[in-house]
């Protein structure tokens, strides 16, 4: 009897922590949804993939390896990063291309010189819960919000705790006038405090003016969305198409392979820069996410002349070594033509591109 009254306890704590949660971000309102149902992508109930994708659980024999694998799924020791240089940063040649990656998918980018943060994740874990969740990798420097330079504009792909945080939304709310985000994840923004009115959502293919000299383009991806059980794919997902009067970038945010890579390269390409994602895969959900081959295949197709392999090297959200991802990618991309770039985490790189280090060997 105690056990099952200590379990019920147990399971009500966590319910009404999950129901009011402030991790969880918001709802959308009975206006809000019917300006989604607007989208063709929303099918009344939620956002669908442009192609059939395939969202079964994963095999019980795949989760049993979530507890028994043996690959070093994360690093054993302080990964080798570098101090970022806000001054240098800043200073950097404003007509030219200047980014820093600090691991997964967070990108900081100067890019007609406007500085762009992209999927800003500085906190500890991953995770609706603080001390329960994938934890970060262990630098030998950390990075934070207050390190970086003046913000323009944030990005956000999809509304993930590994792209979307909120720690990190608290901390942009006051220093920066514009979030770029997808249909329907705005909510979030709002419940944390951001104003409604610095806040841009866009469908697939939509398209609105940075300024004069930079155009935004949200792009589909492959992938689905949701914070919690009851909102899966209530938001939108996606990646940035970033074109300047002399550069363009493009963002893939996370997704599986399809077609629409060749199309966005077609359309907008080529790009001078491309951040792919490339990690946190497996055989049983690579509709959606990549597999490193494809990775690098996506980086043609999208008439890149650099790629840069993200979405590893911080967090381990699946099953492989933790360094897998960048190997596989690296071998798979001498078939490409277009320069393929492994910054070290808090590296500042600005075209012409150096030659990168394999820092995950150090």
Not at 111 to 123: H, K, R, S
Not at 299 to 323: C, M, Q, R, T, Y
């Amino acid at each position: 009897m105690f056990t099952a009254i200590t379990i019920a306890l147990i399971m009500g704590v966590l319910f009404v922590y999950y129901s009011v949660a402030p991790k969880l971000g918001g709802k959308n309102s009975n206006e809000k949804l019917l300006r989604l149902q607007l989208s063709d992508n929303f099918n009344g109930k939620k956002f669908i993939n442009l192609v059939p994708t395939a969202m079964a659980a994963p095999k019980f024999s795949t989760m049993i390896k979530f507890f028994s694998s043996s690959e070093e799924k994360a690093p054993t020791r302080n990964l080798p990063t570098k101090k970022f240089l806000k001054e240098s940063f800043e200073s950097a040649n404003s007509d030219k291309i200047s980014f820093t990656w600090f691991g997964h998918s967070s990108v900081l980018l100067k890019i007609e010189n406007q500085v762009i943060l992209i999927d800003p994740v500085f906190g500890e874990r991953v995770s609706l819960f603080s001390l329960v969740g994938p934890k970060k990798f262990n630098y030998s420097n950390y990075y934070s919000i207050d390190q970086l330079p003046h913000i323009d504009a944030v990005l956000i792909s999809h509304d993930h705790y590994d792209h979307l945080e909120y720690e990190s939304m608290l901390a942009l709310k006051d220093k920066v006038n514009r979030f770029f985000v997808p249909l329907g994840v705005g909510v979030h923004l709002e419940e944390w405090g951001i104003d409604s009115e610095k806040i841009i959502e866009l469908d697939w293919w939509d398209d609105t003016d940075f300024n004069k000299d930079i155009k935004l383009i949200f792009t589909p991806t492959r992938h689905f969305t949701g914070r919690g059980i009851l909102n899966r794919d209530r938001t939108l997902w996606g990646s940035w198409a970033i074109i300047g009067q002399n550069h363009k970038v493009f963002f893939s945010g996370d997704s599986g392979y399809f077609d629409v890579f060749k199309k966005v390269g077609e359309k907008y390409g080529p790009f001078d820069l491309a951040f792919i994602e490339n990690g946190q895969y497996n055989e049983d959900w690579k509709a959606i996410h990549m597999m490193p081959e494809q990775s690098a295949l996506a980086g043609s197709e999208l008439n890149a002349k650099a790629v840069v392999p993200i979405h590893w090297g911080k967090f381990s959200l699946s099953l492989h070594a933790w360094d897998e991802p960048v190997k596989r990618f690296l071998v798979a991309s001498k078939s490409f033509d277009y320069k393929a770039l492994t910054p070290t985490p808090g590296e500042i790189l600005t075209y012409p591109w150096h030659e990168t280090s394999q820092w995950w060997k150090n």
